[in-house]
């Protein structure tokens, strides 16, 4: 008997001082993280054969070359818990088992992911994590799971830093490398308290294709493309290597004009979001294939410096935000706000620009650039006055190289 105290001593200990020790996986994101989840397009209609399918279309469509890793599986994928309270997978929708599937992304280059909620029930009302913290984490890591997005549904009177911390420490104590993708939709304030819990936080409620407008959904709104850009005003600050301002999986592809979508990809990079794909990648059209895979800009979101693009100039429908880069580059992002196209004059020489919070600045007056648009293949430089064309609801986005 007292053998069995002493072990149990020991193992709570261990189980304790291990915890104590709990932090988050550090390195997991140290650029934005790139991927695909299955809920803008896919709502709850997830099964293994889709999701085998998108890791496929992931590399033939050249994302994976392009930098996307993650294929991840949303709300829905879930059945019941056993009699241990271990949590399943849908024996229907996913009859070879999480982990065969796991092995099949990993065997294209790729990895899973998965979802969960930190309350009792997800938002579509499968299963939360709530109470079973250790056991899902366990479970996860046991499936070869890379990637946890955790939502914040049915969570009354649940303290959000705790929550979260929680499911952190479990997936810390599984031992399984996992990115941890908080989603809470900004309603506390993550910024200000995630940046050691998870890799990135969502800041606002859901997408929604189009350019503009609130789609309300009852008691809440779904926003568009401008809307979530307007509402990541003064966050840019908590942003940086390992931690995410994360402004939603992606619309492109899924119903807005060619260039709304351009604008889309080219704002979610230069902000250094999360660049997650939302549409069905096994038929989309060349041209959401290109603007997806555009290497150019992706460099931007995936800049090692990551910092979060600025907005320099507010001239009403015309906005230029800047992004400073690595190696003393500049990515320039003239945005069309309105229904009208036209075109913008700028002088580089007039303004200096000067972000304070990262300590950037460049006086076009002393300083000479080469500029390269990086969707429509134009180059320039800034000693001469700019004039460019903007389309409606669209941008340009020139990369300034210095001249030596
Ligand atoms: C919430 C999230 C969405 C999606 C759904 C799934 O609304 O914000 O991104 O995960 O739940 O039910």
């Given amino acids: 008997m007292k053998n069995m105290v002493t072990k149990i001593t020991v193992l709570l200990c261990a189980l304790l001082c291990f915890t104590a020790n709990a932090k988050k996986f550090e390195n997991l994101a140290l650029t934005p993280q790139m991927g695909w989840n299955s809920w803008n397009n896919f709502d709850c ?6 999701i085998k399918e998108m890791a496929d279309a992931m590399v033939a469509t050249g994302m994976r070359d392009a930098g996307y890793q993650y294929i991840n599986i949303d709300d829905c994928w879930h059945g019941e818990r056993d009699e241990n309270g271990f949590i399943q997978e849908s024996k229907e929708h ?35 994590s709530r109470g079973y913290e250790y056991q899902d984490a366990l479970t996860y ?42 989603c809470e939709w900004g309603d506390n304030k993550p910024w200000e308290w995630a940046k050691d819990i998870g890799h990135s936080w969502r800041t606002t409620g859901d997408i929604y294709p189009c350019w503009s407008c609130e789609k309300k ?12 850009l307007d509402m990541q005003n003064k966050l ?9 301002n994360d402004m939603d999986m992606m619309e492109v592809g899924n119903g807005m004009s060619y260039h709304e979508d351009r604008a889309h990809f080219s704002i979610w990079a230069m902000l250094a ?22 290497k150019d800009i992706i460099a931007l979101n995936q800049d090692k410096l990551g910092i979060q693009a600025m907005k320099f100039i507010d001239d009403g429908d015309i906005e230029i935000w800047v992004k400073a880069l690595d190696g003393g580059e500049w990515a320039f992002m003239f945005l069309n706000r309105s229904d009208n196209k036209t075109t ?31 969707w429509e293949k134009g180059t320039g430089t800034t000693a001469k006055k700019l004039k460019i064309d903007l389309p409606a609801h669209g941008v340009q986005v020139l990369r300034l190289t210095p001249v030596k």
């Fill in 45 to 50: 209609d997830v099964n293994e054969d889709m």
């Fill in 344 to 374: 913008y004059n700028y002088d580089w020489q007039f303004n200096i620009y000067k972000d304070d919070l990262f300590g950037h600045y460049v006086d076009f007056n002393k300083n000479k650039f080469n500029w390269r648009n990086l």
């Fill in 141 to 182: 890591a046991r499936w070869g799971i890379d990637y946890l997005k955790y939502d914040w549904c049915a969570t009354e009177n649940v303290n959000p830093i705790g929550a979260y911390t929680l499911m952190r420490d479990a997936l810390y104590s599984a031992g399984r490398p996992i990115l941890f993708s908080i």
């Fill in 94 to 128: 996913f009859p070879s088992g999480m982990k065969a599937l796991a092995d099949y992304v990993h065997s294209k280059g790729l990895k899973l992911g998965i979802y969960s909620d930190a309350g009792t029930k997800t938002c579509a009302g499968r299963a939360g």
């Fill in 217 to 228: 959904q009852g008691s809440w709104s779904s926003w568009g493309v401008l809307p979530i």
């Fill in 273 to 294: 979001s999360p660049l997650i794909a939302g549409n069905d990648l096994r038929n989309m059209s060349k041209q959401t294939r290109e603007i997806l895979t555009n």
């Fill in 236 to 244: 840019r600050k908590y942003a940086g290597p390992g931690h995410w």
